[in-house]
């Protein structure tokens, strides 16, 4: 109960902070319904004239893959918090680790709420979708229920690669823009605007093998009635991942650690 | 001195950090980043003390004297090399987590408030984190909130508090779930008079009436004067000294001043006193204060001369202090 409390007031944090920045977060909304938008348009101009599919894809589910994608990326996808580099840097790192939770509970607890504080974009997001007349619905009810399932682990492999992202900093250091080839990367090989059925084979191969596309195209692929080799095989590829990147991110952290605590940072 | 086991038990306590040795010329910079050429630091080198619950004590020492590191130590987000730290039975860099929920610790130059909430959020995600209950809490937060005036402030954004709250604030937040210890480091730097003496009166409340023992690292030597009876001073990563602040300055200061106007300028010559100054009809004097006590001075002075005014100065701590440092070590004893 007490670990619960402590937990959550983190959550709470994360939960308020995006909300003391009411400009930045009302300008998120407005790039979004602005991507959504902008993305429909090019994708009906590339299909006028040509009534068939393209990679089994119709014009409808194009539309509606991309308006869900952005949606899902703009609620899921964070960039890390401060880093840890950062933090050993001005010296915080004391101050984190002089909380009686982890610094890993703190973290991905900080990144729930934050995440909380983003689901009003589904409303801006499907809205501007519905608007355009870009919604088509789940294959099925087995997909709809199977999608549902897949964003929660979406859920947490997004967080885990924001939280590995943040930890990994104190290696790699933060040569400037590397967080934003990170976002680039991140968005491109999830597949948030572009489905991975329109890849070319290699391209196709190194999404494949990489988590990200486990945080957004795979609950997507579900929904349309495409997961790759099989419903069961996509939600146990999600799951694998959670497993990977967790192990990944303690193991990160401990060494990370180890090096503040004995080399004080 | 107390009877029961004392609270803080440091037992020669040595710190050594490895640093990379940096090149020189061409590409320095570079090859720095690729060296293995370690130097070892010495940071803190064989410390010892102890202190019982209830205490006040100054943990003092120029800059670089190893202080921080040792505090670090004491906190747990240092491990040491060698020596024996235990803080109310656990060891804190193994068990820095449980160790956490005894201790406060402020630090001057960073904040543990969350920045962009009100400061209220601050406080109520520290009594969560903590387990403060609910009733207990309320009581505890709406004391410590008047005794520190922050009624007014508490829906400002910690970013947009001066200095002077935001520091009152991180009291008011280490002290929510009553650690027995508090660590303050550096709790006055850069505040102003007013904000200064209100932070020092907390702190000597706090240590009195609720009996939490405190730690205070300082600079400002005013501080320690208003606060500590007991002071640690360290130097090298060395003890310096460890005892009371009274026996130190009678030690090593043991001159005071009396300062004399008289009405027609003169020399003052009186038994067990010499003059060091005179400045027209202004006359210093200064005596012993372990051998004579100022009273018979002044009774010797205007017995033979005819004083328009007096004063007693009192030997100066900073001076003490700076002399120590500078001499990197205590004074010999003047005999």
């Known amino acids: 109960m007490t670990a619960i409390r402590a937990v959550y007031s983190q959550v709470r944090i994360g939960w308020r902070t995006p909300w003391a920045y009411r400009g930045p977060t009302l300008l998120t909304m407005m790039i979004l319904a602005a991507q959504i938008a902008l993305y429909t348009v090019v994708w009906r101009a590339i299909y006028r004239g040509h009534s068939g599919t393209v990679h089994g894809t119709s014009v409808d589910v194009a539309v509606a893959y991309v308006i869900l994608g952005l949606t899902v990326a703009s609620v899921l996808d964070l960039w890390p918090r401060q880093s840890i580099a950062s933090r050993v840097r001005e010296g ?37 979708g519905f608007a355009l007349g870009g919604l088509v619905p789940a294959h099925g009810p087995g997909a709809a229920a199977a999608f549902v399932l897949s964003l929660v682990f979406a859920f947490a492999v997004s967080q885990l690669i924001t939280l590995l992202m943040g930890l990994s900093s104190f290696w790699t250091l933060e040569v400037g823009g590397t967080t934003m080839l990170f976002g680039v990367v991140r968005t491109f090989l999830s597949g948030t605007v572009i489905p991975l059925w329109f890849m070319p084979g290699w391209l196709r ?18 929904y349309f009635g495409r997961p790759t080799g099989g419903l069961l095989a996509a939600l146990g590829v ?14 990160v952290w401990s060494r990370a650690q180890r090096r503040v605590v004995i080399q004080g940072g | 001195m107390p009877e029961e086991a004392p609270l803080v038990e440091v037992a020669h306590l040595v710190k050594e950090f490895r640093r ?27 410390v010892s003390f102890s202190i019982g619950a209830g205490e006040l004590v100054g943990y003092l020492g120029p800059n670089g004297a190893g202080k921080s ?6 906190t747990g987000i240092l491990t040491p090399t060698s020596g024996r730290v235990t803080v109310a039975g656990l060891d804190p860099s193994r068990q820095r987590r449980a160790n956490a929920r005894n201790i406060g610790v402020v630090f001057g130059q960073r904040s543990q408030l969350w920045w962009d909430l009100p400061l209220r959020e601050s406080f109520r995600a520290i009594r969560d984190l903590y387990g403060v209950p609910a009733g207990t809490g309320n009581r505890r937060e709406a004391e410590l909130v008047e005794l520190l005036e922050l009624g007014p402030i508490l829906d400002s954004p910690v970013r947009q508090l001066s200095l002077g709250q935001r520091m009152r604030g991180d009291l008011v937040a280490a002290m929510l779930y009553q650690p027995a210890l508090l660590y303050l480091d550096e709790p006055t ?32 030597l005013e501080d320690v004067e208003k606060l500590c009876r007991r002071i640690v001073l360290i130097d090298h990563g060395k003890v310096l000294y460890d005892g009371e602040l009274a026996r130190l300055m009678a030690r ?44 018979a001075i002044i009774a010797a002075v205007t017995a033979a001369y005819d004083v328009v005014d007096l004063s007693v100065v009192e030997p100066r701590i900073d001076a003490v202090i700076g002399h120590i440092y500078t001499q990197r070590g205590l004074p010999d004893d003047e005999q």
Request: proline share 5%; with cysteine; aromatic share 6%.
């Open chain 1, 205 to 222: 191969t190194i999404a494949d093998v990489l988590p990200f596309q486990a945080a957004t195209f795979t609950p997507l692929s579900i």
């Open chain 2, 20 to 46: 990379v040795r940096r090149k020189e010329g061409r590409l320095g910079g570079v090859r720095t980043l690729f060296s293995h050429d370690y130097e070892q630091v010495r940071a803190v080198s064989d």
């Open chain 1, 92 to 128: 915080l790192i004391g101050v984190d680790l002089l909380r009686p939770i982890g610094l890993l509970t703190q973290t991905l607890a900080t990144q729930v709420g934050n995440v909380a504080a983003n689901i009003p974009q589904t409303v801006i997001g499907l809205g501007m």
């Open chain 1, 238 to 251: 999600q799951a694998g991942w959670v497993i990977v990147l967790f192990g990944l991110c303690s193991w």
């Open chain 2, 252 to 295: 090593y200061a043991p001159y005071r001043e009396l300062v004399i106007t008289l009405a027609e300028p003169a020399d003052v010559r009186i038994p067990d006193a010499e003059q060091v100054e005179r400045d027209g009809p202004v006359v210093t004097v200064r005596f012993r204060s372990d051998r004579v006590r100022a009273p």
């Open chain 2, 189 to 220: 730097v850069g505040l102003d008079v007013v904000a200064r003496t209100r932070i020092r009166e907390f702190i000597g409340r706090i240590n009195v009436e609720q009996g939490t023992t405190i730690v205070l690292t300082t600079h400002d």
């Open chain 2, 69 to 74: 590191t040792t505090i670090k130590m004491l």
